[in-house]
């Protein structure tokens, strides 16, 4: 029994491990685009800011990524 609960113990803490990593994978992304589209196109409206912040994965994050990488202006982004 113990070495049981040490195990689901060890897997709890490994996935929790992940997706910290996860998030912290998210929020440093979410920076840098900010950055970029701001050092590109001035400072970031709300609406802007509010939809990169609202985006939860990686894979969406990605692609909104490289779509904002050929967009002079934020309205492109609509």
């Known amino acids: ?3 049981e609960r040490a195990m689901d ?3 709890q803490w490994k996935q929790e491990g992940l997706e910290e990593g996860l998030q912290e994978a998210l929020e440093e992304m979410r920076a840098v685009l900010v950055r970029e589209l701001e050092r590109r196109c001035g ?3 709300e609406k802007v800011r ?3 912040e609202a985006i939860s994965s ?3 994050l990605t692609v909104f990524s490289i779509r904002a990488g ?3 202006s934020f309205d492109e982004l609509s």
């Open 50 to 52: 509010r939809r990169v």
């Open 70 to 72: 050929s967009v002079s």
């Open 1 to 3: 029994m113990p070495a």
């Open 9 to 11: 113990w060890t897997q």
């Open 43 to 45: 400072p970031l409206p």
């Open 58 to 60: 990686l894979e969406d």
